[in-house]
T-cell receptor, first 112, second 112 residues
Framework: GEDVEQSLFLSVREGDSSVINCTYT??????LYWYKQEPGAGLQLLTYIFSNMDMKQDQRLTVLLNKKDKHLSLRIADTQTGDSAIYFCAETPAGNNRKLIWGLGTSLAVNP | NAGVTQTPKFRVLKTGQSMTLLCAQDMNHEYMYWYRQDPGMGLRLIHY???????AKGEVPDGYNVSRLKKQNFLLGLESAAPSQTSVYFC???????????FGPGTRLTVL
């Protein structure tokens, strides 16, 4: 069945780059997403990438998509303490009724 | 726009008690969802709705009921609460141009 996998934890030093990885199984995915959840809050859309794109850049965020390997990554440049959060990868398979398939989330800890 | 709102924010129930969680969205979205979030288990879909008057089961529907009498509201009911239903509940709606979901702030429920 459809599945999205991501590592559970990542720890980086403030100022370094963070790379959060995700793999998915549905090759017909149309959109893939990164959501951010800060402590005690709901999820917020961080960025998305359409399946016919390889890369998307938005300020400090870079999303890379390798469709052949079904691999998605999120790079955060110059990571700050405010970036400490849980990051969820999600996909929307083609032809579904708008249900997203979610990863378990990667908890990013930024150390000063 | 308030986006997606949830009430209450916190609730403590005793085993066997019932309650209703309310979700409201002011974005005129057709699709709405109820998720639960538990440590190490990511987001799990409880029920969802593809429009006013419709509901459908998600991954973990047992012990919950839902109603969508008005397009803007999606209610989640627990008829007889159990300790296993202790969780953080999130409501979301979908109507974005990129199929993205918008989340409420969550309800933290404890069942004793």
């Amino acid at each position: 069945g459809e599945d999205v996998e991501q590592s559970l934890f990542l720890s980086v030093r403030e100022g370094d780059s963070s790379v959060i990885n995700c793999t998915y199984t549905d090759s017909s995915s149309t959109y893939l997403y990164w959501y951010k959840q800060e402590p005690g809050a709901g999820l917020q859309l961080l960025t998305y990438i359409f399946s016919n794109m390889d890369m998307k850049q938005d300020q400090r965020l870079t999303v890379l998509l390798n469709k052949k390997d079904k691999h998605l990554s999120l790079r955060i440049a110059d990571t700050q303490t405010g970036d400490s959060a849980i990051y969820f990868c999600a996909e929307t398979p083609a032809g579904n009724n708008r249900k997203l398939i979610w990863g378990l989330g990667t908890s990013l800890a930024v150390n000063p | 726009n308030a986006g997606v709102t949830q009430t209450p924010k916190f609730r403590v129930l005793k085993t066997g008690q019932s309650m209703t969680l309310l979700c409201a969205q002011d974005m005129n979205h057709e699709y709405m969802y109820w998720y639960r979030q538990d440590p190490g288990m990511g987001l799990r879909l409880i029920h969802y709705s593809v429009g006013e008057g419709t509901t459908a089961k998600g991954e973990v529907p047992d012990g919950y009921n839902v109603s969508r009498l008005k397009k803007q509201n999606f209610l989640l009911g627990l008829e007889s609460a159990a300790p296993s239903q202790t969780s953080v509940y999130f409501c979301a709606s979908n109507g974005g141009a990129y199929n993205e979901q918008f989340f409420g702030p969550g309800t933290r429920l404890t069942v004793l």
